[in-house]
T-cell receptor
Framework: SQQGEEDPQALSIQEGENATMNCSYKTSINNLQWYRQNSGRGLVHLILIRSNEREKHSGRLRVTLDTSKKSSSLLITASRAADTASYFCASDPYNNNDMRFGAGTRLTVKP | EPEVTQTPSHQVTQMGQEVILRCVPISNHLYFYWYRQILGQKVEFLVSFYNNEISEKSEIFDDQFSVERPDGSNFTLKIRSTKLEDSAMYFC???????????FGQGTRLTVV
């Protein structure tokens, strides 16, 4: 079954605001990865958080992981119009080599 | 910076025809994957490949699909007899380890007419 469901499905904010996207998954994981996809383009790897980590930062990105709730969040601070894209979480299940994606959050940052 | 490359970027084929989608993973990576994304929908796992054999496959990856690593660099996805519903973006990915970062190519847009 598919893992990783994001919410919200769509998010529209003003430039400079923070954007928070959430992801839930179903089974135990080794890690969870966040990707970005510009319309009709490839998936760009943003950040990987391992199951024994609770928080990770990369530039304006902050990812949290709560394995007890099987959920993760991606925070983009001080958003820019160029951050407009779809964001997907992908959970890497424990003992399986079949990383599964959620449906994604479509983020629109208005200038 | 090393990247996963996919060819062609766009392929149009007649229903019932065979197609081969090509991928060149990052050279020191050992795990290879194919995913697909139907327009406007989520990215779906098709298959993972390690040590010259399939390690996992999804329910989508039926007998019409096959993968091959014919030489040291290419990783291919073959669809034997395409259907209209095979129209999608197909993404190849590779990683150094089973639990490492997976890097994706730009995708091949397959249109079955």
């Amino acid at each position: 079954s598919q893992q990783g469901e994001e919410d919200p499905q769509a998010l529209s904010i003003q430039e400079g605001e923070n954007a928070t996207m959430n992801c839930s998954y179903k089974t135990s994981i080794n890690n969870l990865q966040w990707y970005r996809q510009n319309s009709g383009r490839g998936l760009v790897h943003l950040i990987l958080i391992r199951s024994n980590e609770r928080e990770k930062h990369s530039g304006r990105l902050r990812v949290t992981l709560d394995t007890s709730k099987k959920s993760s969040s991606l925070l983009i601070t001080a958003s820019r119009a160029a951050d407009t894209a779809s964001y997907f979480c992908a959970s890497d299940p424990y003992n399986n080599n079949d990383m599964r994606f959620g449906a994604g959050t479509r983020l629109t940052v208005k200038p | 910076e090393p990247e996963v490359t996919q060819t062609p970027s766009h392929q149009v084929t007649q229903m019932g025809q065979e197609v081969i989608l090509r991928c060149v993973p990052i050279s020191n990576h050992l795990y290879f994957y194919w995913y697909r994304q139907i327009l406007g929908q989520k990215v779906e796992f098709l298959v993972s490949f390690y040590n010259n054999e399939i390690s996992e496959k999804s329910e989508i990856f039926d007998d019409q699909f096959s993968v091959e690593r014919p030489d040291g660099s290419n990783f291919t996805l073959k669809i034997r007899s395409t259907k209209l519903e095979d129209s999608a973006m197909y993404f190849c990915a590779s990683s150094t380890g089973a639990n490492g970062e997976a890097f994706f190519g730009q995708g091949t847009r397959l249109t079955v007419v």
